[in-house]
């Protein structure tokens, strides 16, 4: 895959971006607009929560077209459990959208993000969005720091790729850093590119990218009411279109997407709330992969487990614990463990004095624990930060 | 159900106790030791973890007898993922026991907990028995304190019932206070009785009790590899045995049984790791008793949830977004949640002006999320606790 650089959802073709305050948030930019210089393809992949925000529900429908031509994005207030109020509310979003750009309705998606359960400032909004479309330029570092809530930095992305003999660009950006679980973990993304591509090819090349990418993170074991993820296709690039999946263009165009959001989502883990660590856990040896994920989610989702990892603790018990609870087949005796590259559990038996060079191991900043369950060919990894004081002291104090 | 008062695992007539320190911990009491007077009745349930810690292993095999005179428990090991080598220990701490109450094999049942991984200190084990067959006597408060693991406190009770016009008592201790959720959720705990009692009826009468008490039970959502609950029911009360289920003394007995596992189980996440709150979480109105449990669950384990009970914030949009995401069927128009008698949520809305009042309700130290999904009579209620900077600070820093 190819490596992601510098860049943001404004480095495709084609892509003009705004972020500013409107006043949802006391003081830090709360409304981006994402925008294309035409009907750009769409795709976008949402929540698996039944409770799903009043934007989740417009957007879906909206998205339906395949088409679209801006994406307006508030943070600071998430249009969740807010009732009909909220979808009209959603709905007026669209509208003072399309009315600020001079778009069809149709052509406007919509996401929200921060506190739940309390109605929109819609008079905030309806001076915001006009101002944010006057503000609209290369801005997609400045969409993306408005897209943030509890993130402590924002996330971005880009990498450069060729199809038909044409350089193709994708960007992107999105916001952490809790209710973050590998049931599309990620609240929001953005991403945008210049590439010719069907709606449906364009689909199926997003959800194999977010399979592999944000459906493999976990900061807290929950599950927004809110996610979302948006690609944007604009065509500019001039190539070709690419309308099948047996054309070559759509495994790199597969490829970029999900380099793209995989370096976003791991910038999502590192900026997990309160997060000092992220931590890979790879399971192979499972009896199937769905064994493995379960298994792997059970290590990543573990109190006792995560706490380790912020202790630099190789309490390898309570991985085994969790492998032993997780749902998978697990037999003890053929269980290995490996912590940073230290080999910690053998036939499910500590390997005796690695401890101290496992530790050492857990103190890098990111660092991988393998386990290999010696059952069958199942395999599956995923991102995970620790649990941390700074966690229960976010989120302790988050409306107060 | 009768109420709990005073009394320890010594209180029923027939049975004898002691804890005493042998040095697998530092300098506090890590070996417990309950005997009776003659053969008893015996039940127990044990982990449903894959990775079952040997003494689990041997003791699941000598209980299945329906009889037992001993239970030997240490703490600050687990005995857990110890290999041939943890099982070769298990079996010799029950023949430590035999020979030092003069009494068969078969009768000796066993148990662990403390840190997995590592291999019981045999020799401390070898002295430390025979002293505690020494020390046996009206001792059930030592025997408690010996089972502490990270506990804050022992956790001991007993009820007094009548059964064929005799006075019957039930004692009891529990060991709290990690990897606790409603799987078994308990890791140890022994129920004396001087009720004379079938085998099988006694089993019957453990699972009920266990249903409704530790099964209902989440600190962390970690569940041991170790989990034992053992109940003996010695006859000395001199009622005519309870044979069968249909008898009367099986209610009362079942009834006792639960009234003092619940009991213990309350204490339990009283002492939850770093806990400074019992959060009841009650479902009703689900499709059935199964997804009530389901959605109880996903709110008792939510880290979002248990730090704003920390935190005393009424963010009911973290329980609405657990509930969501639970795998229960949940449709947010018809929800309605309480905290603690101060109903914040009507058909998936926010009830204006309640979250005062909401916060000021979860300041005390207990208090109930009831919520009714609006949907069917399924209904299953639990306990947990909050997520503290404590449990973080005590398990980042458990071996080191």
Not at 77 to 85: F, H, I, K, S, W
Not at 321 to 331: I, N, P
Request: hydrophobic share 50%.
């Amino acid at each position: 895959m190819p490596p992601v650089g510098a860049g943001t959802v404004t480095t495709p073709a084609g892509v003009r971006a705004a972020g500013v305050h409107c006043g949802i948030k006391a003081d830090r930019p709360d409304l981006a607009l994402v925008v294309t210089d035409a009907p750009a393809a769409a795709a976008a992949l949402f929540t698996t929560n039944r409770v799903a925000a009043a934007p989740v529900q417009v957007c879906r429908a909206q998205v339906a077209r395949g088409q679209a031509q801006a994406v307006v994005i508030n943070s600071g207030n998430a249009n969740a459990c807010t009732g009909l109020q909220g979808l009209r509310d959603a709905w007026e979003m669209v509208d003072l959208t399309a009315a600020a750009l001079g778009l069809a309705r149709d052509l406007v998606l919509v996401a929200s993000t921060g506190v739940i359960g309390v109605p929109l400032p819609m008079a905030r909004l309806r001076e915001g969005i006009p101002a944010a479309a006057r503000a609209l330029g290369p801005h997609g570092d400045r969409a993306a720091e408005a897209i943030r809530t509890t993130d402590a930095f924002p996330k971005t992305g880009a990498v450069q790729v060729e199809i038909g003999g044409r350089p193709v660009a994708v960007g992107g950006m999105a916001k952490g850093a809790g209710m973050i679980h590998p049931r599309l973990a990620t609240t929001l993304a953005v991403l945008t590119t210049d590439a010719a591509v069907a709606p449906a090819v364009l689909r199926q090349a997003l959800r194999e990218a977010v399979d592999a990418s944000f459906n493999r993170i976990s900061v807290d074991g929950d599950t927004s009411t809110n996610d979302t993820v948006i690609a944007l296709a604009t065509g500019a690039a001039g190539h070709p279109p690419v309308r099948t999946v047996a054309e070559p263009g759509f495994a790199v165009l597969r490829d970029a997407l999900t380099a793209l959001a995989r370096h976003l989502a791991l910038l999502v883990v590192r900026d997990g709330e309160g997060a000092t660590k992220v931590v890979e856990v790879a399971v192979t040896g499972a009896r199937s992969a769905a064994e493995a994920q379960r298994a792997a989610e059970a290590v990543m989702t573990s109190p006792l487990v995560k706490t380790a990892f912020y202790g630099t603790e190789p309490n390898w018990g309570r991985i085994l614990a969790a492998l032993g609870r997780s749902g998978a087949e697990v037999d003890p005796d053929r269980v290995t463990v490996t912590l940073g590259g230290v080999e910690v559990v053998r036939g499910g038996v500590g390997v005796a004095d690695r401890l101290p060079a496992a530790a050492a191991a857990m103190r890098e900043p990111a660092f991988t624990v393998a386990i290999d369950l010696g059952l069958g060919t199942g395999a599956w990894h995923g991102w995970t930060c620790d649990l941390t004081e700074g966690y229960v002291r976010l989120n302790s104090g988050y409306l107060t």
